[in-house]
């Protein structure tokens, strides 16, 4: 199948050719039709599917000719953060290239009044995040009633930020006869109640079976004695030959600029990405990134979800996710497109129900978890893994950190390998012993597996 089986318009057959997009993608060839048709659409499908073009190429045929008055947007796309907003609008420039359609972006962390001026001059479409919108609105810089068209996109992470509130009233204040677009890669209960509530009779496509992780990317569990090893098992993971970019979640923001930090004491090119930083940083932070003068993007599912960037090797889970589908939209991040990428998920044994979570959510287990068994990785050799191919960092590293007076009588006093170190003191040598160290310094070879 190609575009033009979709009796897409001419003016976009030549932007997508442009492109060089031939063929539409499962989410693309499914969606497009129905929305042409004018019937509303519940669309069920992972990132990096190509769910954007599947809303954006039918909406801009069918606005195509029409003209927009004075605080009367035609069309509304609402999305959970600026980032994937600002995603959508370069979707918009590169589709509607031969078209004469504007477009606006209305999000927080810039001027107001010159959105509300874009406004005033009548756009298209508009793109916009829900607590700026209604903002905007009660201050009597938006009408809603032209709007013909309103998509939610990312619905399930809307819901996960609070928005539900604020997308139902925006709901209620547009048009009951427009038509109506949602896409989510799951649908948890709420948002099943808005597509009930809001949506009449909608074409519902799902393209993978709900939850499930892309199965173009490698998914490796990496054990952890404590939270403070997490650190050196990053950088370890990022020093691998094979990494070319990665994107490292955390799950609270405060965590976010040490560990970037630490990673650039180490010499690597990482920063973070947090929603303290005002819109002019994080544009140029993702701008690097995008251009490969930041190899790490430190950051969390909040400022990343819809992020679209191609070629990420690799997506390391810093913290295991709170919320088992966020590990479905974190690893996402690459394996995009087609193409294929490697997941790593830092954990102790304290993340046992996190785990339970998501191996429920998938169907199947991390092949590495060992109930209630952690392996020191720094310090142990693995009995199936040959001894010569270790470089021998142990035996004169222990002498030259012991040397530098730590306050610690009793673990200088005891030799390089005691007998029954604890886990604690065992933690602090691993991180002590690799540091600064290219690859995997001492960790035994064989821990990542995969899943089994």
Same mark, same amino acid.
């Given at each position: 199948?190609?575009?033009?089986?979709?009796?897409?318009?001419?003016?976009?057959?030549?932007?997508?050719?442009?492109?060089?997009?031939?063929?539409?993608?499962?989410?693309?060839?499914?969606?497009?039709?129905?929305?042409?048709?004018?019937?509303?659409?519940?669309?069920?499908?992972?990132?990096?599917?190509?769910?954007?073009?599947?809303?954006?190429?039918?909406?801009?045929?069918?606005?195509?000719?029409?003209?927009?008055?004075?605080?009367?947007?035609?069309?509304?796309?609402?999305?959970?953060?600026?980032?994937?907003?600002?995603?959508?609008?370069?979707?918009?420039?590169?589709?509607?290239?031969?078209?004469?359609?504007?477009?606006?972006?209305?999000?927080?962390?810039?001027?107001?009044?010159?959105?509300?001026?874009?406004?005033?001059?009548?756009?298209?479409?508009?793109?916009?995040?829900?607590?700026?919108?209604?903002?905007?609105?009660?201050?009597?810089?938006?009408?809603?009633?032209?709007?013909?068209?309103?998509?939610?996109?990312?619905?399930?992470?809307?819901?996960?930020?609070?928005?539900?509130?604020?997308?139902?009233?925006?709901?209620?204040?547009?048009?009951?006869?427009?038509?109506?677009?949602?896409?989510?890669?799951?649908?948890?209960?709420?948002?099943?109640?808005?597509?009930?509530?809001?949506?009449?009779?909608?074409?519902?496509?799902?393209?993978?079976?709900?939850?499930?992780?892309?199965?173009?990317?490698?998914?490796?569990?990496?054990?952890?004695?404590?939270?403070?090893? /997490? #650190?050196?098992?990053?950088?370890?993971?990022?020093? =691998?030959?094979?990494?070319?970019?990665?994107? @490292?979640?955390? &799950?609270? %923001?405060?965590?976010?600029?040490?560990?970037?930090?630490?990673?650039?004491?180490?010499?690597?090119?990482?920063?973070?990405?947090?929603?303290?930083?005002?819109?002019?940083?994080?544009?140029?932070?993702?701008?690097?990134?995008?251009?490969?003068?930041?190899?790490?993007?430190?950051?969390?599912?909040?400022?990343?979800?819809?992020?679209?960037?191609?070629?990420?090797?690799?997506?390391?889970?810093?913290?295991?996710?709170?919320?088992?589908?966020?590990?479905?939209?974190?690893?996402?991040?690459?394996?995009?497109?087609?193409?294929?990428?490697?997941?790593?998920?830092?954990?102790?044994?304290?993340?046992?129900?996190?785990?339970?979570?998501?191996?429920?959510?998938?169907?199947?287990?991390?092949?590495?978890?060992?109930?209630?068994?952690? /392996? #020191?990785?720094?310090?142990?050799?693995?009995?199936? =893994?040959?001894?010569?191919?270790?470089?021998? @960092?142990?035996? &004169?590293? %222990?002498?030259?950190?012991?040397?530098?007076?730590?306050?610690?009588?009793?673990?200088?006093?005891?030799?390089?390998?005691?007998?029954?170190?604890?886990?604690?003191?065992?933690?602090?040598?691993?991180?002590?012993?690799?540091?600064?160290?290219?690859?995997?310094?001492?960790?035994?070879?064989?821990?990542?597996?995969?899943?089994?």
């Amino acid at each position: 199948m190609t575009f033009k089986d979709l009796n897409l318009s001419e003016p976009l057959l030549r932007a997508l050719a442009d492109k060089g997009y031939t063929e539409p993608t499962p989410i693309q060839a499914a969606s497009i039709p129905p929305v042409l048709a004018g019937r509303d659409l519940m669309g069920l499908a992972q990132t990096g599917t190509g769910k954007t073009a599947s809303f954006t190429l039918p909406m801009l045929d069918i606005l195509n000719g029409g003209r927009a008055k004075a605080r009367m947007p035609r069309a509304l796309i609402l999305t959970p953060t600026r980032e994937l907003a600002v995603q959508i609008g370069d979707n918009l420039d590169a589709y509607s290239k031969y078209m004469k359609l504007t477009y606006c972006l209305i999000y927080g962390g810039v001027s107001l009044p010159e959105q509300q001026k874009q406004l005033m001059k009548g756009v298209d479409i508009l793109i916009a995040t829900p607590g700026r919108l209604l903002d905007i609105f009660e201050r009597g810089g938006l009408l809603m009633m032209d709007m013909s068209m309103v998509v939610l996109d990312e619905a399930d992470r809307m819901l996960d930020m609070g928005f539900m509130p604020d997308v139902e009233k925006i709901l209620s204040l547009t048009p009951k006869r427009r038509q109506t677009m949602m896409f989510s890669a799951t649908m948890p209960p709420a948002i099943k109640k808005i597509k009930d509530q809001f949506m009449n009779n909608p074409e519902v496509v799902q393209i993978e079976a709900t939850s499930s992780a892309a199965t173009t990317v490698e998914q490796n569990l990496v054990m952890c004695a404590s939270n403070k090893a /997490k #650190d050196q098992k990053t950088l370890n993971l990022l020093n =691998q030959k094979e990494v070319e970019s990665a994107f @490292v979640f955390c &799950n609270r %923001k405060r965590s976010i600029d040490p560990l970037a930090k630490f990673l650039k004491t180490k010499g690597v090119a990482a920063e973070g990405l947090h929603g303290d930083m005002n819109q002019s940083e994080r544009i140029k932070t993702l701008d690097r990134f995008k251009a490969g003068e930041v190899m790490a993007l430190i950051c969390s599912d909040v400022v990343a979800r819809g992020i679209d960037i191609k070629d990420v090797s690799h997506v390391i889970n810093y913290d295991i996710p709170m919320n088992a589908e966020d590990y479905v939209h974190r690893i996402g991040r690459t394996g995009r497109a087609g193409s294929t990428g490697v997941a790593y998920s830092l954990a102790t044994k304290l993340d046992d129900k996190f785990l339970d979570a998501i191996e429920e959510l998938l169907g199947k287990k991390f092949s590495e978890r060992k109930a209630g068994v952690l /392996k #020191d990785d720094n310090n142990k050799q693995s009995s199936s =893994q040959p001894a010569q191919n270790k470089k021998p @960092v142990h035996k &004169n590293a %222990k002498p030259k950190h012991n040397a530098q007076a730590k306050p610690k009588p009793n673990h200088d006093a005891k030799p390089k390998h005691s007998p029954k170190p604890s886990k604690s003191t065992q933690d602090d040598i691993s991180e002590e012993n690799n540091d600064g160290k290219k690859g995997f310094g001492d960790d035994v070879p064989d821990f990542l597996k995969g899943f089994g």
